[in-house]
């Protein structure tokens, strides 16, 4: 069955450091999109992309967040300069249409020290 | 928001019996789905019902959607040890290219 698969599982990096959080849709989506989960606290949606631009992002999603599609496959998060409060599990979610079944990655979980 | 919250936050049944999970929201939305989420795990996508929907089923599982009240429902019918998890319910924005998740119901199911 597809699926979509982030790397890595579990990264730990400094604060002030840049980061970036690998994503594969599966193959045939085009709506593509990242969520985040504090230990403990609700999954909050930070951005959604489609056609090779981000058509809705929430507050989070400041200038320290980008997005990119580099190729036909990867969709990546970065976080320019870490804070501690962005220690968190990232997800990452397609579908092939607007409202329809989002799948989740499994999630990579990012510890900020 | 259109935010889900469910209710209630934890339940506890023995294998065999019905749980059921009530989500509320907020907003207008044009669907509104179900997941469920083992400890520190991804999300599993379980259901989806659309707003024009008042009962879906697949397996063990049943949604109802009441948007006149902004709430749906999930039914785990003879529930098993493995029904083991938190269960979120997510109504996604009318754009649909938005889902607001609640803080989740914790399952246990005891054997």
């Known amino acids: 069955e597809p699926e979509v698969t982030q790397t890595p599982s579990h990264q730990v990096t400094q604060m002030g450091q840049e980061v970036i959080l690998r994503c594969v849709p599966i193959s045939n989506h085009l709506y593509f999109y990242w969520y985040r989960q504090i230990l403990g606290q609700k999954v909050e949606f930070l951005v959604s992309f489609y056609n090779n631009e981000i058509s809705e992002k929430s507050e989070i999603f400041d200038d320290q967040f980008s997005v990119e599609r580099p190729d036909g496959s990867n969709f990546t998060l970065k976080i320019r300069s870490t804070k501690l409060e962005d220690s968190a599990m990232y997800f990452c979610?397609?579908?092939?249409?607007?409202?329809?079944?989002?799948?989740f990655g499994q999630g990579t979980r990012l510890t900020v020290v | 928001s259109q935010q889900g919250e469910e209710d209630p936050q934890a339940l506890s049944i023995q294998e065999g019996e019905n749980a059921t999970m009530n989500c509320s929201y907020k907003t207008s939305i044009n669907n509104l789905q179900w997941y469920r989420q083992n400890s520190g795990r991804g999300l599993v996508h379980l259901i989806l019902?659309?707003?024009?929907?008042r009962e879906k089923h697949s397996g063990r599982l049943r949604v109802t959607l009441d948007t006149s009240k902004k709430s749906s429902s999930l039914l785990i019918t003879a529930s098993r040890a493995a029904d083991t998890a938190s269960y979120f319910c997510?109504?996604?924005?009318?754009?649909?290219?938005?889902?607001?998740f609640g803080g989740g119901t914790r399952l246990m199911v005891k054997p």
């Open positions: 997510a109504p996604a924005s009318p754009a649909g290219n938005m889902l607001t």
């Open positions: 019902i659309r707003s024009n929907e």
């Open positions: 979610a397609s579908n092939g249409q607007l409202n329809t079944e989002a799948f």
